[in-house]
């Protein structure tokens, strides 16, 4: 008797079978640039634009102006395409742009937008990093929120082919450095001073968040928060580390309704949030399609040893570990909004661990759409959190700021073009992200 696969090869030949490539042993690997199709994973970078005030208010710092980006943006946005890349978290410069209530200023932002539009980038649009305008004052103002959502909903107006955005960047961070450890802007150092800031910054994204899709109903919101831990090294731990390292979580229970550690709650109620403020805080989560990012850089993670000092811990648990307690926590889709290293040499390792990162975790199930090197170009003072205006350069880019491209960036083109074409999760070409409104409250 003859083996059936005589009569296959005579019938169909030995191999290379007609329809085959469509995801059968012939499929395509995933290999090659970036599609921008719906559901293709979405490499980025995106460009550094921090604008909080310093030294009591006299100085603004704007990373966007220090690094020359108003000037050379049109540069700036053809280095994303050289990358290969679709994808790019920007911002449009909320300081700048809302001059007063119903008054906006749109001339750079009109510029860079059809720049964006013109090179076929899917932008992430950021509408506030860590400052807000002059006559908002700061963080501890109660009409942020209102003022903020005005300007949302002016931009999802003026640029309604734009359907990504992160309302408030890195929520926790902004109130911490501003409210707690007097960095940037009110400069306080008050446990109540940090939940005003919490409560206003958290309320001021829902509502944005809000506006954006009353006029874009299929929104996705990509909600970049800092994962950061703390480890320390005595033999009890102490009561404000253990607190410290449940407030990481605070922004994003208040963002996502989800109910809030008992320890943390007491420390909210004493500092000044009140019973009504926390039940519209948890009445729901924001409309649209919700995207959890979580920036990771190795300094966000710190040993502190038993005489006080600290030393980055610089992957103990790494994006990882502590990106699986985030998703076990809201269960959202994950992006990984941020991640570099200060040390030049360093980075291009630094890059492909947090791919692995990537790819072992989408392995073990938790759908990552995303992976982002932040930033384009390399940093100034960052080292010392913008506190002082030093000017020093911090070389994260994967470009320097003459533009031309380090080691990491060509490791960068390298891994896009390696895996550019694969999808947001595993199986995702039968679940692509779909272009109808959002409608469906996400179940718990």
Partial sequence: MKSFLTHIKKHFGDGSYQGDQYGGAAGHDGSGLPTNLPGNFMFATGIECSYPTI???????????????????????????????????????????????????????????????????????DLMHFGVPDWVGNFQNPELPVHFAEYCGAVARRYPWVRFYTPVNEIYVTARASAKDGIWNEQLKDDRAFITAMKHITAASIMGNQQIAKYRPDCVIVQSESAEYIHEMRAVQSPEIRLQNKLRFLSLDLLYAHTIDSEVLLYCLDNGLTRDELEWFMAGEPPGYQIMGNDYYGRNERIIKPDGNWCAAEDVLGWYTMTRQYYERYRKPVMHTETNTFNAKDAECWLWKQWVNVQRIRQDGVPVVGFTWYSLLDQLDWDISLAEKRLSVNACGLYDLDRKIRPVGESYKMMIREFGQITMVPHGEMFELTSRPATLKVEK
């Fill in 55 to 125: 030294a009591n208010g006299t100085i603004r710092r704007d990373l966007l102006a220090e690094t020359d980006h108003y000037n050379r943006y049109q540069e700036d946005l053809a280095l994303v395409r050289e990358l290969g890349l679709k994808v790019l978290r920007y911002n449009l410069p909320y300081y700048l742009i809302h001059k007063a209530p119903g008054q906006f200023d749109w001339e750079f932002a009109d510029k860079a937008m059809a720049e964006i539009k013109r090179l076929g980038i899917t932008p992430i649009l």
